[in-house]
């Protein structure tokens, strides 16, 4: 047997699209071409394309009249058939060499970075209403980072072994898990939605996904790419549908070994607690892996940049309206450099261009579905009526055509105040003015403030200050930002994840993520095994 090696990735460089260019007429194309035709999204189960009686519609969340298509709900019949299929390719897939199953995932990367980047990035912009960057940014370059990234982590864990002593040679095998993985991805990011079946698929265990309601469209074209990278039938089966039928019926199965979820607080919580409901009935106790929530801050000191900041929360707070586990929806700014920075982000915010965001100059997109924009609807109505609060800007809102909200930022009077503690997941920032003599005594506050501890940052110049922060909110934030916005973790650089109740901080984007989908097994051999069984010490002189 000849002994491969994964080539070590670099991280994908992002496209530009500047006018003119090949790239963005490209996309142009697909945006044109998948937004003139309607499509019928089967369910994927051990290969078999299953399209069923009852459907479900795809719309773009900024002209929700415009239908993408519809796509097939699974019953419970069908739930049961993509188990099976775990069953049926699991033999064949985890005593696969791991540089074949590798190579399928490098495929895809090389994919991705050609033919399919204007597809899936076209997919996402319309299914996801996300703008160009946002979309090539995750649908392109942080996919095309996590599959390769991804199979150069396997190959590090495999090599990973004990040391060995005379006589003796110590081994570790990693094994995938004993039973099948249940993937649940979120509509936010497409790159989330392609990680989270294969990072345990590259480990050897077979997957049943299930993606967000709202992300099927992009979900679909990512299947698509699988198949067209060699995945074989039976390893990531697709399955869309009522996450009402399809989790309780996949949980309590004595065969469920992982759980591989980013979403809501709500949701994981509620599955953990299935899980420990029937513990005794699995065959092994399940791996779970979550991420879901975020509160996510910028706290400014007195002594930082005043147009860094600015721009750190415009970018932070509006990219994606806010719709990442990562945006930053909470601030604390030094009373000595509000009115300036006050000042800076009105003018700035009111250059912001929302609309339709396959137009390249769009900042601002619709939130995903009328679910989102009620919830954030209720978040600025609260505002609108609290004594203790102000909307300096933006809480205009419309879902007439789109789902459209304005970027909104909440001025408010009390640091525990709800837009300052709950998650809203839409374009609302919240800002609380400290006085600055209250530097330390307002970082106490943002530690204890919110369940969450996913992201968050500081700005400052003088080090002293970086240093306080960084220990005073040891554990607000998974990934910790000095001078930089909360939002854009990349792979192999800022591996991802909070703790508290954003998640079990397995760190997506590292090898970290990986080693939760192998079960090790230790083997000794002994090449001169002892002949007697009592010890030197014990014979007679």
């Not at 460089?13 to 998948?34: N, T, W």
């Not at 991705?112 to 996402?124: D, E, I, K, Y």
């Not at 709202?214 to 990512?222: G, I, N, Q, R």
Request: glycine residues 6%; negative net charge; proline residues 6%.
């Amino acid at each position: 047997m000849t002994i491969y090696s994964v080539p070590k990735p670099e991280n994908e460089p992002v496209f530009s699209y500047l006018p003119g260019s090949s790239e963005l007429a490209e996309l142009k194309d697909h945006i044109d071409r998948m937004s003139s035709t309607t499509i019928k999204v089967p369910l994927v189960i051990g290969g078999q394309k299953i399209f069923t009686e009852e459907t479900r519609t795809m719309v773009i969340p900024h002209d929700h009249q415009h239908i993408l298509g519809t796509y097939s709900v699974a019953s419970k019949e069908h739930i049961g058939m993509a188990i099976q299929a775990t069953k049926d390719a699991k033999e064949i897939w985890e005593n696969m060499e791991l540089a074949d199953r590798a190579s399928i995932f490098l495929k895809a990367a090389d994919l991705l970075a050609g033919p399919f980047r204007p597809v899936l990035n076209a997919a996402t912009m319309l299914g996801q209403s996300k703008n160009i960057i946002q979309a090539e940014i995750d649908a392109a370059c942080e996919l095309i980072d996590f599959f390769r990234f991804n199979a150069y982590f396997a190959e590090k864990i495999y090599k990973e072994q004990p040391q060995s002593s005379k006589n003796l040679w110590n081994r570790m095998e990693y094994r995938p898990l004993e039973g099948f993985v249940f993937a649940v991805t979120p509509f936010n990011f497409t790159s989330i939605a392609g990680n989270l079946p294969s990072a345990p698929a590259i480990m050897g265990n077979t997957v049943i996904w299930k993606p967000a309601s709202s992300a099927v469209f992009s979900a679909h074209y990512l299947m698509e790419l699988f198949e067209a990278s060699g995945l074989p039938p039976g390893v990531i089966n697709f399955v869309t549908g009522k996450g009402s039928i399809v989790g309780p019926t996949i949980m309590p199965h004595p065969d469920l070994a992982g759980i591989h979820f980013t979403g809501s607080t709500e949701v994981f919580q509620e599955m953990w607690k299935t899980v420990g409901t029937n513990i005794a009935n699995y065959k092994s106790y399940p791996r779970i892996v979550g991420e879901t929530g975020g509160k996510d801050f910028i706290f400014m000191h007195n002594s930082a940049d005043i147009y860094e900041v600015a721009t750190a929360i415009i970018r932070g707070a509006f990219e994606y309206s806010g719709q990442k586990c990562s945006a930053a929806s909470r601030a604390y700014i030094p009373r000595s450099v509000w009115p300036e920075l006050e000042e800076i982000l009105l003018r700035e915010i009111k250059t912001m261009k929302m609309g339709d965001p396959t137009n390249i100059d769009v900042t601002v997109n619709a939130v995903i579905d009328q679910s989102a924009f009620d919830t954030i609807s209720q978040f600025i109505s609260y505002a609108e009526e609290a004594p203790d609060a102000k909307i300096i800007i933006g809480g205009d809102l419309s879902d007439k055509k789109g789902y459209f909200i304005d970027p909104t930022i909440i001025v408010v009077e009390n640091p525990h105040f709800k837009t300052m503690e709950e998650e809203i997941f839409g374009p609302v920032m919240s800002i609380f003015v400290y006085d600055d003599d209250k530097f330390d005594e307002t970082l106490g506050i943002c530690d204890k403030t919110s369940p969450y501890a996913l992201t968050g940052s500081i700005f400052a110049k003088d080090r002293t200050v970086i240093i306080k922060a960084q220990k005073a909110l040891k554990h607000s934030a998974g990934n910790f930002y000095i001078n930089d916005k909360p939002t854009g973790a990349v792979v192999n650089q800022q591996p991802f994840g909070g703790a508290r109740a954003s998640g079990t901080n397995d760190k997506a984007g590292s090898w970290l993520n990986l080693i939760r989908w192998a079960s090790p097994r230790s083997i000794k051999e002994n090449f001169v095994p002892p002949k007697r069984y009592d010890y030197p010490y014990m014979q007679k002189e």
